[in-house]
């Protein structure tokens, strides 16, 4: 006969959970000690990946401007070097990389060293030091409130490198022309603003300084801008690109290029969005009105497209085509239901490009392929025939075959085509 287990008494169950508890509020700390070391590991080990990167960033603007410190008494290259501080400070700030100071609060980045000289392919030896935060009471007592982290990085100094065949003889590469565009260029913030570069020649580098911010790489790059104050202060940013290429290197600075308005902090405020907000002609974009204020009874919307000053849709969504390349400003004005208005434009909000069609190429192409060619490039007409016999291999044509956009018609040229 199994006789039946014995009950613990109720105090024995109270004991027992009196234990668990208290071996709990022991262990919570320890692992939440665990848990900081952890996110502080782990944020010195993401700094120092960026401060990797951005010892490369530093190493390729000194390869491309080596001679910036080869003749440090020219002007020109004087800004250069100025521009590699700001570029290293804005990069530091962004990762919260504390650089050294000389001791008065001035920040020091540490030129770039050039051991073997100043010619192509000598190396752009880089080396920086950064101090991050750490948050970890217990790691702080050991190592110090911030953790020293440094990185290095070596390019070949690329300054005046040339195009050129075996022997010699090579013509020198033209250097490019810095251009971009900021859409939209103002509004209320926060303003969000997509830059796309529209730079010439070539280029095979893009620094950007966003006024808020830095970027490298030709983008898209997108930016938020915010503006803080009371309503309708305003907030300018500058702009600036820097491209290079073997040939040389190109700026565009645009000083005051963003402005950005601080919104009502009650009543109706007219927010909207679009899409798409760039793209080829003809660009069919849809808006819708974004509502940000609450308690707000909406009566009427009345949308200008194009930024000719004429109203061109109503309601909260409007539709438009633009056919002809080029920027639009659109402005949005609402009213609620105690005749209260506000407005809003922004400028340069839609990014119109010109279509590009290449001429085919239709030697040996059959006469019955001619037109699916034709469109499929982005010609809207239709293709006109010399006489031949049936399905006939076409071997002449009256527009040559590689011509960009034929003038002066464009995507609407016309084209004949024979045996």
């Not at 440094?150 to 590469?173: N, R």
């Not at 926060?190 to 830059?195: D, M, N, S, Y």
């Not at 020649?201 to 898209?220: I, K």
């Not at 500058?238 to 040939?247: E, H, I, K, T």
Request: charged fraction near 15%.
């Amino acid at each position: 006969m199994t006789l039946p287990a014995p009950r613990r008494a109720p105090d024995d169950r109270e004991r027992s959970r009196g234990q668990s508890l208290a071996e709990f509020a022991l262990v919570v700390p320890v692992l939440m000690l665990i848990l900081l070391i952890a996110v502080d590991f782990g944020r010195i080990y993401l700094g120092y990946i960026n401060l990797q990167q951005m010892a490369r960033v530093a190493a390729g603007f000194a390869a491309e401007h080596a001679s910036s410190w080869d003749i440090p008494d020219s002007p020109d290259k004087a800004a250069d070097r100025s521009k590699y501080q700001d570029l290293i400070a804005n990069e530091a700030a962004l990762i919260n990389c504390v650089l050294p100071d000389d001791g008065s609060g001035n920040v020091q980045v540490p030129d770039p060293a050039f051991p073997g000289g100043f010619e192509i392919g000598d190396p752009v030896q880089i080396q920086l030091d950064c101090q991050f935060g750490v948050l970890t009471p217990v790691i702080s007592q050991i190592v110090g409130d911030q953790v020293r982290v440094s990185a290095s990085s070596t390019y070949p100094v690329k300054e005046g490198a040339v195009a050129s065949v075996p022997g010699g003889g090579g013509a020198p590469v033209p250097p490019p022309a810095a251009d971009f565009v900021g859409s939209p260029q103002t509004g209320l913030s926060p303003l969000e603003v997509i830059f796309t570069d529209l730079s010439t020649g070539s280029p095979t580098s893009w620094t950007w300084n966003f006024g808020n911010g830095s970027a490298f790489g030709q983008g898209p790059h997108v930016r938020t801008y915010t503006c803080a104050g009371a309503p309708g202060d305003q907030c300018t940013f500058d702009v600036r690109l820097d491209v290079g290429n073997a040939g040389g290197f190109s700026t565009k600075d645009e000083s005051d290029y963003i402005t950005v308005t601080v919104p009502p902090d009650s009543g109706p405020i007219a927010e909207f969005e679009a899409t798409p907000r760039a793209g080829e002609e003809p660009l069919s974009v849809n808006f819708a009105f974004v509502e940000v204020t609450t308690g707000v009874t909406y009566t009427d919307w009345e949308w200008d497209l194009d930024g000719d000053g004429v109203v061109d849709d109503t309601g909260q969504t409007a539709s438009h085509n633009y056919p002809d390349p080029g920027t639009y400003d659109v402005t949005l004005t609402v009213t609620d239901s105690t005749g209260a208005t506000h407005s809003q434009t922004k400028e340069v909000f839609i990014v119109v490009s010109e279509k590009i069609c290449v001429v085919p190429d239709f030697a040996n192409v059959r006469r019955n392929s001619a037109q699916g060619l034709w469109s499929g490039a982005g010609f809207t007409t239709t293709v006109n025939f010399l006489g031949g016999n049936g399905n006939y291999a076409i071997n002449q044509q009256t527009l040559t075959g590689g011509t960009v956009n034929p003038q002066p018609d464009g995507c609407d040229s016309q084209i004949t085509v024979g045996p």
